[in-house]
């Protein structure tokens, strides 16, 4: 079986990424790939808002510099813009005079043909006790989570399964209407779901690309809908190692984190021997800067400090690989940080991940505030024993066998937290300053939403029907 069985994506306020596992690598495996996804949605997954999220990809060790408009497309203005603000929202007027808060969520709701359904609705409240039903969802294109941004009526749906986006808005009901769509089809893009794994970075400017078929970076806008321009990058392939790239930003900075991993016809547990970092100035969209970094071999989830700081770690799915398969194989047990105002890694700081899980794989760090973070670790115990010969290794790595740990930053060791349930995926959700995971119960029909409290225990909070795969807040 594929790795393709599982995806996560990550949302955030300020920092963000697609973390979308790489279940489908390339774009010739995709329309495969999502067949076998489908025989495991339990086990799989934007607003990201990441963030597997989960993914955005481009990459370029020789950028060709800074954005250009599209042959098919004229850009649509000046690329200059302002940070989207908190308070900001469209002159409409029912909109702003309601005070009452308004969430977005989208679920995925499996039938017992295997057959999925993703549904888009609002509620008013994410907190403990609180349930939504399907009543007044809309339906959106399978396995495809809406994002936006609070202040404004809309949700986007970026598709997993054709080149478009979709604007949705919420009426004076809280029921979504389905509004224009913008196709990038021009750019020879096929799916565009990664788009959703990043936060707008400004009103009228957001940013994508294909995780893992890396050329270009996409800029659109939200505003209009229409395609803005796009930053052409290259990136090399070594032997079978193809390039894949994550994008995060801060408010200064745009980066393309690249990493290099085995072609998928081959053999995907295996990756590169560095990292780089590339960094893009938003309001040139030129590439400024391009650092090598040897510590890690793949960077794949970030989560901001409230200095500004970025921490960047793996993917946990990958973790267990190096103790099934032998050192060749997975990835390095590593979280590296780019300090506020920097464009590379702090040579002075790097966390071993297994160094302060008692030597258990781990991965998917991620700060919930400046003290404390969540990271996911592999128990071994919890799984099938590996065969003679570890011919069953592939299944095993699929079963539920991870569980959240707690971290105190700078502590010696993390702290398993206690009464939870082993999972085998995630997802990450950035609301009210909260951080939020979504667990699926053990018959796969519901979901809740469980904060990751700095206290270091999971707080149940929304439930309802399917697979929470996103939330955002509208109002």
């Not at 890690?296 to 901001?304: D, G, I, R």
């Amino acid at each position: 079986m594929r790795d393709g069985t599982r995806r996560a994506r990550c949302c955030t306020d300020g920092w963000s990424l697609d973390i979308q596992r790489p279940g489908c690598p390339y774009e010739a495996d995709y329309s495969e790939c999502r067949s076998e996804t489908l025989h495991m949605v339990r086990s799989c997954s934007v607003a990201i808002v990441l963030v597997w999220g989960l993914g955005l990809g481009c990459g370029g060790v020789k950028p060709l510099g800074g954005a250009q408009p599209p042959a098919e497309l004229a850009s649509d203005g000046a690329l200059d813009s302002q940070p989207l603000g908190p308070g900001e929202a469209l002159e409409d007027p029912v909109w702003l005079a309601s005070e009452d808060p308004l969430y977005a969520v989208t679920t995925r709701i499996t039938t017992t043909s295997e057959a999925t359904h993703t549904f888009l609705l609002t509620v008013p409240s994410i907190g403990p006790g609180t349930r939504f039903d399907l009543e007044h969802a809309v339906e959106l294109d399978a396995d495809t989570a809406a994002f936006g941004t609070q202040g404004r009526p809309f949700a986007y749906a970026a598709s997993a399964s054709v080149p478009t986006i979709t604007r949705w808005r919420v009426q004076a009901d809280g029921v979504f209407e389905q509004g224009p769509l913008v196709n990038f089809e021009s750019l020879g893009m096929r799916r565009v779901d990664s788009a959703g794994s990043l936060s707008f970075f400004a009103r009228d400017k957001a940013y994508f690309c294909n995780r893992f078929n890396p050329s270009q970076i996409v800029i659109w806008n939200p505003e209009t809908m229409s395609l803005r321009g796009t930053i052409p990058l290259t990136l090399p392939v070594a032997g079978e190692m193809r390039p894949q790239v994550v994008l995060s930003q801060r408010s200064d900075r745009i980066f393309a984190v690249v990493s290099w991993q085995q072609a998928h016809a081959y053999d995907w547990t295996r990756f590169g021997d560095h990292v780089q970092v590339i960094s893009i100035d938003p309001t040139t969209d030129g590439v400024v800067g391009s650092v090598d970094e040897a510590r890690c071999n793949l960077l794949s989830w970030v989560s901001a400090a409230s200095d500004g700081a970025a921490y960047f770690s793996p993917a946990s799915y990958y973790a267990p690989l190096r103790s099934v398969l032998g050192e060749a194989s997975g990835v390095e047990p590593c979280t590296l940080r780019i300090p506020p105002d920097a464009d590379s890694f702090d040579a002075g700081y790097s966390v071993d991940l297994a160094a302060i899980t008692s030597g258990r794989p781990a991965g998917d760090f991620f700060l919930v505030s400046d003290t404390t973070a969540f990271l996911r670790v592999w128990h071994a115990e919890l799984v099938t024993p590996l065969s003679d010969g570890n011919q069953n290794w592939e299944s095993v790595v699929q079963e539920p066998g991870f569980l959240w740990w707690t971290w105190q930053v700078g502590a010696e060791q993390a702290e398993r937290v206690t009464g939870q349930r082993p999972s085998n995926d995630t997802q990450i959700f950035v609301v009210d300053g909260k951080t939020y995971t979504s667990t699926l119960s053990e018959d796969g029909a519901s979901s809740v939403l469980e904060q990751l409290d700095p206290g270091g225990e999971l707080r149940p909070g929304l439930t309802g029907p399917g697979q929470i795969l996103g939330v955002f807040r509208l109002r």
